[in-house]
């Protein structure tokens, strides 16, 4: 999965990128843009790496893209928005970071704090730019059509629903809004519209109301998260050992970077499975809710795939409450599923394979 965070400028965007990734963002001018990894925590993957004691433990990761400021104040900020686009439009999510911090010294976007302001400003500039591509795209259309051409049934039925993705976006709508089955959403893919995009908003809080609920809940968002950034990177920057008695101090249990991971897997629609049990390695991966276990296996080696026979898969929680794979197959727990099983979160798979 890969997310790019957006917003305004001086929102706390890499503030956070920073605290989430553990790397830092080196802007250099002209090439704003800079990717870096979330590995993912798991208590379930730690557990199993504890156990097992294979010689690695492999995390799922979410790459993120931390970009320029959104901006209309000036046109110069518009256009360094403008240019990280297309690598925007390579995401799997999108992350709008809005401010909602008091901080004298860092100078107010449009000389106010207002989170609900930004976000409905950075909406209305997805927006704007879904609807220059829609724009674009009938033009064409209606030009190809004017000739006779083998593919004109199809390109009459693609301006339509352009027509409809437009008059929708002119509603201030998004672009989903518009889509009424699954051969349109197929259709509309190569677009990668900014507006058909899982957003998950995150409203920058002072820290002392970090641990409260987000004052607001985006309308467009699969999830409103209010932190903040700043507390999240000096909680990153703590030894492992004083981050619990911290967070403890704070009224919370995990910070809320594992808020954001959790919020990112479940807008784009993301599970994990588990595999284990080999000297090598514990490992996490992720795959899309509903997958079945051949996809699992193909996510592994194409191989596991075609050669698939059986997944013995086992909850996490049924192993662990078992205490071990011995006892959790005396119990029962450990199911031989074959290559329809629709994978669970947390399944603990082995697959069996001939190839
Ligand atoms: N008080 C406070 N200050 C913050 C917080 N988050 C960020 N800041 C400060 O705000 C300033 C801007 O933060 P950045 O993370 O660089 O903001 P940005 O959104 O990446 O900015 P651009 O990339 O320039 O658009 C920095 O001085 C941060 O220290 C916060 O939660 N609280
Ligand atoms: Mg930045």
Not at 81 to 91: G, N, V
Not at 242 to 254: C, E, H, K
């Amino acid at each position: 999965m890969k997310v790019a965070f957006i917003g305004p400028p001086l929102s706390g965007k890499s503030t956070l990128f920073r605290a989430a990734t553990g790397s830092t963002p080196v802007n250099h001018p002209g090439m704003g843009e800079h990717l870096a990894v979330i590995k993912v925590p798991d208590t379930r993957l730690d557990w199993l790496f504890a156990h097992y004691k294979p010689k690695k433990k492999v995390e799922a990761t979410i790459d993120c893209l931390d970009v320029p400021g959104f901006s209309h104040e000036t046109a110069q900020q518009q256009t360094e928005f403008r240019k990280s686009l297309p690598s925007i439009r390579k995401c799997d999510a999108l992350v709008a970071v809005v401010r909602a911090f008091d901080n004298p010294a860092v100078p107010a976007y449009r000389n106010r704090v207002d989170a609900r302001a930004d976000l409905d400003e950075l909406m209305a500039e997805l927006i704007f730019c879904d609807l220059e591509t829609v724009a674009t795209r009938i033009e064409r259309l209606e030009k190809s059509l004017k000739k006779p051409t083998k593919t004109h049934e199809q390109e009459k039925r693609e301006l339509e629903l352009m027509q409809r993705c437009q008059a929708a976006l002119e509603n201030e709508q998004p672009i989903t809004s518009a889509i009424k089955s699954e051969e349109e959403g197929k259709m509309l893919s190569s677009f990668a519209f900014l507006t058909e995009m899982p957003l998950v908003a995150v409203i920058n809080v002072d820290a002392d109301r970090a641990a409260e609920q987000p004052p607001f809940a985006c309308p467009h968002a699969r999830a409103t998260i209010a932190l903040c950034a700043d507390m999240e990177e000096q909680i990153a920057e703590l030894d492992p050992a004083d981050r619990t008695a911290f967070l403890a101090d704070l009224g919370v249990t995990d910070p809320a970077r594992d808020r954001l991971i959790r919020a990112c897997y479940d807008a784009v629609g993301l599970v994990s499975f588990l595999t284990a049990g080999g000297d090598d390695e514990a490992r996490a991966w992720s795959i899309p809710r509903e997958s079945t276990a051949v996809d699992a296996a193909g996510k592994i080696h194409s191989d596991i795939a075609r050669g698939f026979i059986r997944a013995e898969t086992v909850a996490f929680e049924d192993l662990k409450a078992a205490g071990d794979m011995k006892a959790a197959k005396a119990a029962g727990k450990v199911r031989l599923e074959g290559k329809s099983y629709i994978v669970q979160d947390g399944d603990i798979i082995t697959f069996r394979f001939n190839v």
